[in-house]
T-cell receptor
Framework: NAGVTQTPKFQVLKTGQSMTLQCAQDMNHEYMSWYRQDPGMGLRLIHYSVGAGITDQGEVPNGYNVSRSTTEDFPLRLLSAAPSQTSVYFC??????????????FGEGSRLTVL | AQKITQTQPGMFVQEKEAVTLDCTYDTSDQSYGLFWYKQPSSGEMIFLIYQGSYDEQNATEGRYSLNFQKARKSANLVISASQLGDSAMYFCAHGQADGYNKLIFGAGTRLAVHP
């Protein structure tokens, strides 16, 4: 059972470089999202998607792009990395259940350092 | 906008004792869900328990129970018979009950269980 798979698990970038964090899920979940976790601030929602071709912004979208071309994949792109984007990134997915909130399934996280 | 407040940055408890982790929320939603997640030092996010806003009974899952007081907008997590493996960060989160699992997280409480 793969669940939610994130790659890479660790990455070091220089300021201004670009990169993509990959997220794939094999549970046929409609909903996928990206969070960042910083000390003392919990997890903050960056972007989310409710299906292929549909994405929207969360609490902290600036500096990040996403796309959803398939149900399974939801990559997060940093076009020009900044030290403020040093964080641990989590991808999470779930089914969409009308009238109720469903459990989010999280990946193992990707630790990104921007120098 | 929804907001989750966890006022206890750190807590400690003796092994086999019960502990309550506080969570208050601010929402204008009529229907919503409240979640607790555990994050051990290894970093993964583990779902513990869920409470729907219209659920009349407090949720329970094994040693975890959620003390839901809707009028006070609180959703405290109670861990009974603490174990050393319960030492971790604990996050409270709010989700809108529209099938979109845009969870908004609190800053977390670090629990240390002492032998």
């Amino acid at each position: 059972n793969a669940g939610v798979t994130q790659t890479p698990k660790f990455q070091v970038l220089k300021t201004g470089q670009s990169m993509t964090l990959q997220c794939a899920q094999d549970m046929n979940h409609e909903y996928m999202s990206w969070y960042r976790q910083d000390p003392g601030m919990g997890l903050r929602l960056i972007h989310y998607s409710v299906g292929a071709g549909i994405t929207d912004q969360g609490e902290v979208p600036n500096g990040y792009n996403v796309s959803r071309s398939t149900t399974e994949d939801f990559p997060l792109r940093l076009l020009s990395a900044a030290p403020s984007q040093t964080s641990v990134y989590f991808c999470a997915s779930s089914f969409l259940v009308q009238g109720a909130s469903g459990e989010l399934f999280f990946g193992e996280g990707s630790r990104l350092t921007v120098l | 906008a929804q907001k989750i407040t966890q006022t206890q940055p750190g807590m400690f408890v003796q092994e086999k004792e019960a502990v309550t982790l506080d969570c208050t929320y601010d929402t204008s939603d009529q229907s919503y869900g409240l979640f607790w997640y555990k994050q051990p030092s290894s970093g993964e996010m583990i779902f513990l328990i869920y409470q729907g806003s219209y659920d009349e009974q407090n949720a329970t899952e094994g040693r975890y129970s959620l003390n839901f007081q809707k009028a006070r907008k609180s959703a405290n997590l109670v861990i009974s018979a603490s174990q050393l493996g319960d030492s971790a960060m604990y996050f409270c989160a709010h989700g809108q009950a529209d099938g979109y699992n845009k969870l908004i997280f609190g800053a977390g409480t670090r629990l240390a269980v002492h032998p």
